[in-house]
């Protein structure tokens, strides 16, 4: 999960062009933010389970089982996010901190080398104290195939009621369930593991699950549509008693949410650093997209994400 950074030799030839095709891109460009493609997944060999409804409230949590305990990291050693791309990728023995991605660059798609049944599981890599990451999106009800037509919750989408499929509660609800479903795909990599008793309905220990935002995933023009799917994201893990976090860029966050200042109470994860250096610079001189706090800055080394924690930069 990462912007590429290009090769600043190859940049010099096509700097030209590349910058008149973006301009271009962007005067024809008819909204903020809506790609096309990936949508959330609706192929029945990748989606593994429904996406749960709603509930009003949670469960009262389960007992779980006791996890391991891991040798605490060496200093100023950086933090690496990993997922799919990843997949039979050699990963370093020595890291401060992991992050792995929970789903396959998409909603409602699996990591497939997430949990045990990986011929090298990710989160087993990472440690049972891994961050994790999850895809967000709103497709709208044109194109998703788990649109929640008729869904009746705290919110109702397109009911008797609530007529109308492309509403702001819609966009919630699909929220919603993109985030239980991801929360499920987590837990069962638990379970897989022998992290987790089968029986829990909730992921054990304590992380924060940062809701990836990126254009390369398909959002509304409209941003107050795209801010309640996450909205409705957000919720649903807090009603899983999860910290939540955003991971995204000022660029990007501006086109998808408008610039919005709703989720300022929560962390920001920026991309897009060139390298150590830089990372730790953006740290001090860089607001937070989310106008909360800024967590941490990534950059690309060597193949992978390295991540540093802005609080150790402080």
Same mark, same amino acid.
């Given at each position: 999960m990462h912007l590429p950074i290009?090769?600043?030799?190859?940049?010099?030839?096509?700097?030209?062009i590349v910058a008149l095709g973006v301009f271009g891109l962007l005067a024809t460009a008819a909204g903020p933010a809506a790609a096309v493609e990936p949508i959330d997944a609706r192929e029945p060999t990748t989606l593994q389970r429904a996406a749960p409804p709603p509930v009003d409230a949670p469960a009262p949590t389960p007992p779980v089982l006791t996890l391991p305990p891991i040798a605490p990291p060496a200093p100023d050693v950086p933090g690496i996010d990993v997922s799919w791309p990843q997949c039979g990728a050699a990963l370093p023995a020595e890291f401060g901190f992991a992050i792995v991605g929970v789903?396959?660059?998409r909603v409602y798609a699996p990591n497939p080398c997430l949990g045990a049944s990986a011929t090298e599981s990710q989160l087993a890599w990472a440690g049972p104290d891994a961050h994790l990451y999850l895809n967000t999106a709103n497709p709208g009800p044109g194109i998703s195939g788990y649109w929640p037509h008729g869904q009746r919750s705290s919110r109702d989408c397109n009911t008797a009621a609530r007529p109308g499929a492309d509403t702001a509660d819609c966009a919630y609800l699909y929220g919603w369930n993109a985030a239980a479903d991801s929360y499920r795909i987590a837990l069962d990599?638990?379970?897989s593991l022998g992290w987790a008793d089968p029986d829990v309905e909730r992921v054990p220990g304590e992380r924060t699950w940062w809701l990836d935002v990126?254009?390369?995933?398909?959002?509304?023009?409209?941003?107050s549509l795209n801010v309640a799917a996450l909205q409705g994201a957000v919720d649903y893990l807090e009603s899983m008693d999860a910290e939540v976090g955003f991971y995204s860029t000022p660029l990007l966050w501006g086109r998808v949410t408008g610039g919005t200042d709703q989720f300022a109470d929560y962390p920001a994860w920026h991309a897009?650093?060139?390298?150590?250096?830089?990372?730790? !610079?953006?740290?001090?001189?860089? /607001? +937070?997209?989310?106008?909360?706090?800024? !967590?941490?800055?990534?950059?690309v /080394? +060597?193949?992978?994400?390295?991540?540093? !924690?802005?609080a150790a930069e402080s």
């Open positions: 290009p090769n600043r030799g190859e940049s010099r030839r096509r700097l030209l789903n396959a660059g990599a638990f379970v990126e254009t390369a995933n398909s959002w509304r023009g409209d941003p897009g650093a060139s390298d150590l250096a830089d990372a730790r !610079a953006r740290c001090v001189t860089e /607001e +937070a997209f989310t106008g909360g706090e800024l !967590a941490m800055v990534q950059w /080394e +060597a193949g992978l994400d390295r991540n540093i !924690a802005c």
